[in-house]
């Protein structure tokens, strides 16, 4: 009885050290999977950093903005707001309308009758404009505005000889003199509404 | 009697199996009716295609050549509020900075085609005040390391300012637009004005009744069908027509093997198209402002509302996961504005740089062909920046 007890108590106390050895070592094992696991996420995150964008905003130029406009520049520009909008309407029609015209989608007839109305318009919005008294700070503004309209009625009796020798080549000749009116219309638009054509 | 009986039997076996046949071919028919009959009651015809069709498209394009795919950014939008721009986020009340993006595809023979055309320099640039980082496309092209000459198509997502802009840039290339987008623009042009204040027709009017001006300040342009094309852009357009330049395109159109247009109409605007490359990560979807926003392709919002019929958008977007189904889904569709672009949160734009020279604006190289070169620098420049500093603008009477 003895003895079992005693080759028990030396089991027991092998089991123990075992045990004591066994969990030593799990203890190393899971420092050094800890440790792992720390390497790895530290050199995971040195990376992103070092990959990411820099949020280094440099704005040294501050925002440009319009000084405040006088009371009589706002009059001018308000009355100039309705001629401006006949003007580009005039504009997108005669433009689609030969577009529509050159795909079929629009006969030749239509596409008169809008070039004849677009002279009107013109001729209207010229009129319009010098009737207008600008300040001497928007003079300028007016002269490209006036060269523009004047460009685009020139554009029209251009290309409305085509329906009389039949050429459409006149559409090719009368096409630059618009193109440039509508960036010289834009120029002045930009700078009187910038919000004109807010971000689509 | 055997024989009568067998006779009889025989009789009505073949009616059975003629019977048979005919309403198989009736349901067949109805199978067929069913796939086109997806196509929802507002959705033209030619705007219409089936997800079965598109898959066929893969099927073809997965045999074209592949072809290298980067973006550009022509401007940068500061500090639009966040509703604008995704507006089942308004309620976070902040602001974003949205990118104007420009695609850039080269062919195995490294002729390029241009998805959108970014903004023209001139007013846009000068007054406006919350912009950044214009540049014109040629010198970005140059800049990270294409030739502008080589440009021989532009496809155009659709027709707005801020991404039709450069085309008189590019005398020699073909400019892909749908007729739909123009004739949209012109039924507006002469939409009554009568009982909605300019509102519907917009361009600049004036109220009938007050005199008032509807636009600036009071933003009614930025909803209406017409908005959005200013003359000068519309002009452009009109270069292209006259000089044989130009492609009215009317629905799908396969421009090139592995090139392929797909309509996306009222996806934004009425006529608005995607544009399928075929790529070795799969089919990239280019959407304009279709896809303005790819977080919202990937969490299925809409985006950039303006001329947008919401479930058209939607469409749109299932069009880009059928197409990119078989490699990235998702990840392949290319945003417009998408505020994470040049970001390793847009996996596809995470290979990015400072264009040299750019004035703050960015370049991302999607993907490239086999045996193609890198265009990204040795050492890219990633450092964030803004400048806000107009370009020169020289007009003058």
New interface residues.
Partial sequence: MEVGRSTAETMLSRASVLLHLWMTRKMIALGLLVLGLVGVLALATSREISRAPTLAAVTPIARPTRPALSPVEEVFIQSLWPIHGEVQRSLMRTSLGQILYKTNDLSRADLKARMEQALVTYGRAETGIRALEPPTSLRNDREIYLDAVRLLRESVVEAMKMFKDGREDHLVTAYPKSQEASDKIREVGGKFWPNEFPPN | MIQKLLRITTILGLIALVGGLGSADVLRADDDRDRDGQRPPQVLPSGFESTDRLLRDVERAERAPLYSAWIVESSR?MD?PFG?FQPDKASLNTTVN?PVNVGIIEDPDGKLTLYDSGWKQ???I?????SCCWKGIRDQLTAIGHDPAKVTRIVLGHA????AGQL?EFPNAVVYIQ?EE??Q??FF??YPVDFNAGHIRA????DPLTGA?V???A?A??RTP???????T??????K???GKAK?VDGRHEIASGLVIHPAFRGHTYGSQLLQVNTARGQLVFGS?TYSSWTGIRDWLVA?I?QTDTIQQFLAYEKCYVLASRLNSFHNCVAAHEPTA???DYPLTAN?WNIPNGN?SRAAELILAPGKTTHVPASPN?????????PP?T???
């Fill in positions: 939008f639009v604008g949205l001139l007013a846009y000068f007054d406006w005040n919350s707005h300012w801020d991404h008189s007729k123009l004739k623009i012109d042009l002469h361009v600049n009017t004036v001006q636009g600036p300040p933003q342009c930025a017409v908005c959005g094309y200013p003359p000068q519309v002009q452009e357009i009109l270069g027509v006259l000089s009215i402002d950039n303006q040049y970001t390793n990015w703050c990633k450092v964030l920046c803004v400048n806000r500093t107009p603008h007009v003058t009477p």
